[in-house]
């Protein structure tokens, strides 16, 4: 059976990772073109170049 997680509460950065939106507290874009997603927890993690205009599009408006 496949679980389906809520999109209104949850965002794919990457082929391996979905982060809880509510625990992000900011992105800062690189010089790559990727954005670096900084956690409440202080973790910092990347997206992938294939996610970043799903990102900016949901996210960023």
């Known amino acids: ?3 389906v997680i809520p999109k209104s509460l949850f965002i794919q950065i990457s082929n ?3 982060v809880n939106i509510s625990q992000i507290k900011n992105f800062s874009l ?5 954005y670096q997603v900084n ?3 202080g973790r910092k993690t990347y997206t ?3 996610y970043t205009q799903i990102i900016r599009k ?4």
């Open 1 to 3: 059976m496949k679980t």
């Open 16 to 18: 391996s990772e979905i």
């Open 30 to 34: 690189s010089q790559t073109g990727i």
């Open 39 to 41: 956690l409440l927890n």
């Open 48 to 50: 992938s170049r294939r």
């Open 58 to 61: 949901e996210l960023l408006k």
